[in-house]
């Protein structure tokens, strides 16, 4: 193969990496935003204060960006919008989390409380 056929495959090569690379990361970010928000209405629903409760934005949007890469898996930080209500109050925020998400996982590695101290 001569120099120049073997830099056009070397191109094509890293063109083919990079948009797998970002792929993986889009999927990643999701499945993120997907287990927060889960996780919101479980530590919600579990509160023995809040009276209602959601994961509607209402001050932020949810976002997610990838931080770090690893055999492990894609680190992914979190941010997702909740409101929530109990007897006494009101609360609109954010939560601030991060998350682990492997092939086959997606893993809480921590965060912000979630909610009010009842």
Known sequence: MDRRAALSLLSILLVVAAGTVFVLDSEAR???IAAEETRLGTELAASECVTTYG???TVSDESASVVGRSLDGWTVRVSHPYWYSTNRSHG???SESVYVVGPDSVR???GEPVGPAC
């Open 30 to 32: 999701r499945r993120a």
């Open 92 to 94: 609109d925020t954010s």
């Open 108 to 110: 809480y590695a921590g």
């Open 55 to 57: 994961t509607s934005a």
